[in-house]
């Protein structure tokens, strides 16, 4: 059983604003029934202010809901102010979602674009986009937008936030390189780490000092700690903590949550990481 | 969550069973007064495993077998995996296996990771359903090869309650000398077995879908049929499953089997009977749905039905508002973004595999609660359709 918080509920259960406004001057029509949710959300807009939102929504308690907090947030904004809302401002309304349920929220913010883009006569850029999983029909400018917005790290949140990838899994590949190219773009980087299956001992050193001293070492040092590469055996990679890292109770945590999580994302997904103590 | 009295309309008995009032009442003097351990000298322990062995006879009966051929496992799951893994030992030149595209994860995923398991890579061939979900049998019989090691078939589909002719599946199997096994969890206790006239080499089946316990399971072994333990350790169960017996649940599965024995005609009639009631009653009431699974060759407990145009969890959780438990085949409620690989399989449109429920009934389910159900459901999903973009109305 899904774990919804009550505004959830008790939005899925009295979703406010249901129907379709006749002459709505702006229309967004997102999702299929293949997808297994859609939502199309109707604005009535005077002077570029919406003065009445209306959604009929095929999807699960947390697609009702997130249609119903979205109708809820925009009525009364004005179109340049509602173009704001993000997939994290519906799901903050509704305290919050699964993770596995965030796509919901993202349906929601892609309808209130396409409503704003139509009221406006304008082509969604996302539209244009190359598709990269098939299954959902979810564009390369889309997942690397979801990348962005929300801070993404790994393909299993890409496909929690835009289901692409949740099909057959065959653009799992594609995923990561376009993650780790959103991700490196973001940092201002510009050397992408192309995963290997076969490495050489010293260029899988030579990757895990590049991930350490990019992403992992100035994390660390933003909370006083550091980091130091002792030694890598096979897939067995020893690392020293430093600096308050050391007296951290968290630091086991660190270790597997964080570093080791990242360098499998990043370098070689058999890696395992050990405290030299 | 409320139970007893009846404040909970139970629909959901191919997911898990109330535990019956008299398997309770055989199991609790083993978690009291008689705790000791059956591999003992003393009399105190021993005649816990007295208990044991009576458990063994009771369910080798309801299966009609032999008792040595009836090891205790954990569950089906247990089952299933030494099962398989016990016929890839034993035919070590084969590399082929087949089986369904329909499978409980316990086999499917099983399958799906053998090299991981085995070290060696098979070639798994997976049957295809029709739109009712049933086999094609020349398409099996092409299927089996020099090569393959075993066939894993289900009895009973756990999502559409459809039915299997494993009698002459295990047949042909036989006939070629391949081994044939069995996930009869959701069959066993709802459909007469009688294990000793047929060519099953291997069956697993599991307490907690007919009235006992969960953590307690089957792995049924024909006599002369090769195993290997999956859990090595002592000496207990022959030396085919180590550890220490669950002593409690095994004497409750015992007693459950016994019960299944009795309640076997009343499954069959009075329980059918209100399943169909309940089938009939929503196809007549709720326009644009439909069955899944073939009518005919069905569990009697079973019923999964498909809304057109509105989602399953969806459908769940306003059941829910009422107290009514079954489950969906959506993806929304397993986690994954795509509806069951079940319906999948089955070809169920996409219009429709997202909005199935399946209705499973046991003994304990009554008229009133059929009427219920068949009360609430036509607003439920007649409300959900008010709000769905695609409802093209009534």
Not at chain 1, 145 to 157: D, G, P, T, Y
Not at chain 1, 254 to 262: A, D, G, P, R
Not at chain 2, 346 to 361: C, N
Not at chain 2, 369 to 388: C, N, Y
Request: with cysteine.
């Amino acid at each position: 059983m899904w774990e919804y918080t009550d505004t959830v509920t008790e939005h899925f259960q009295n979703p406010r604003n249901v129907g379709e406004i006749p002459d709505a001057q702006g229309t967004g029509d997102v999702g299929s029934l293949a997808c297994g949710d859609a939502l199309k959300l109707t604005l009535k807009i005077e002077n570029d202010c919406i003065v009445d939102a209306k959604f009929k929504t095929f999807g699960c308690a947390s697609a009702i809901a997130s249609s119903s907090a979205l109708t809820e947030m925009v009525k009364g904004m004005k179109v340049e102010d509602a173009e704001k809302i993000t997939n994290e401002d519906i799901a903050d309304f509704l305290g919050g979602l699964p993770k596995e349920k965030m796509h919901c929220s993202v349906m929601g913010r892609e309808a209130l674009e396409a409503a704003i883009a139509d009221y406006r006569g304008l082509v969604l850029p996302s539209a244009e986009g190359e598709i990269v999983c098939e299954c959902f029909g979810v564009t390369d400018i889309e997942v690397s937008r979801a990348v962005k917005e929300s801070n993404l790290r790994s393909v299993e949140e890409i496909t929690n936030f835009t289901k692409a990838g949740g099909g057959c899994g065959k653009c799992e590949d594609k995923l990561r390189a376009l993650l780790l190219e959103t991700v490196s773009e973001d940092l201002k980087t510009v050397p992408v780490i192309k995963k290997a299956k076969k490495m050489t001992a010293l260029q899988k050193i030579k990757q895990i000092e590049e991930v350490l001293d990019r992403e992992i070492r100035p994390e660390l040092k933003k909370d006083g700690g550091d980091i130091e590469l002792i030694d890598v055996d096979g897939d067995f990679v020893t690392v020293s903590l430093r600096g308050s890292c050391t007296s951290c109770t968290n630091s086991e945590t660190t270790l597997k949550e964080y570093v080791e999580k990242k360098l499998r994302e990043l370098v070689l997904d058999s890696l395992i990481v050990e405290e030299d103590k | 969550m409320t139970t007893g009295e009846n404040s909970v309309v139970y629909m959901d008995n191919n997911a898990t069973t109330m535990v019956a009032p008299e398997v309770i009442e055989a199991m609790m003097p083993f978690l009291t007064d008689y705790y000791g351990n059956p591999s003992s000298m003393h009399t105190f322990g021993g005649q816990v495993g007295e208990a044991v062995s009576k458990a063994r006879a009771d369910v080798s009966q309801l299966l009609g077998c032999d008792v040595e051929e009836v090891t205790f496992t954990s569950c089906g799951t247990e089952s299933d995996s030494t099962a398989i893994l016990s016929a890839l030992r034993a035919a070590p030149d084969k590399r082929h296996i087949v089986t369904t595209r329909v499978e409980h994860p316990a086999i499917k995923n099983l399958c799906e990771n053998i090299s991981s398991f085995t070290g060696h890579k098979y070639r798994v061939t997976r049957l295809k359903v029709s739109d009712e979900g049933l086999l094609d049998l020349d398409e099996y019989v092409r299927a089996l090869t020099e090569d393959t090691a075993i066939v894993s078939v289900m009895w009973a589909n756990n999502e559409t309650g459809v039915v299997f002719p494993i009698a002459e599946m295990a047949r042909m199997a036989k006939n070629r000398g391949i081994l044939f096994h069995t996930d009869a969890v959701q069959a066993v206790g709802k459909i007469p077995i009688k294990l000793k006239e047929l060519d099953i080499d291997y069956l697993s089946m599991s307490g907690h879908k007919l009235h006992a316990p969960k953590g307690v399971g089957v792995l049924y072994v024909k006599k002369g049929t090769a195993y290997v333990p999956y859990m090595s350790g002592g000496h207990q169960e022959g030396g085919r499953r180590g550890g220490t017996e669950n002593v409690a649940s095994i004497v409750a599965l015992g007693r459950a089997c016994r019960l299944a024995e009795e309640m076997m005609e009343e499954e069959n009639t009075r329980v059918k009977r209100l399943r169909d009631k309940l089938e009939d009653g929503l196809l007549a009431s709720i326009p644009r749905s439909l069955l899944n699974g073939n009518k005919e060759n069905r569990l009697p407990n079973t019923s999964n039905i498909s809304f057109e145009f509105v989602e399953g969890e969806a459908i769940l959780l306003h059941m829910n508002r009422f107290n009514i438990c079954a489950s969906s085949g959506s993806a929304c409620t397993s986690g994954s973004l795509e509806p069951s690989h079940v319906l999948r399989a089955m070809g169920v449109p996409f219009t429709a595999a997202h909005g199935s429920i399946r209705f499973s009934l046991s003994i304990y389910n009554t008229e009133q609660e059929i009427d219920f159900v068949l009360d609430k459901m036509p607003q439920i999903i007649s409300d959900l359709r008010q709000m769905s973009p695609f409802w093209p109305g009534d």
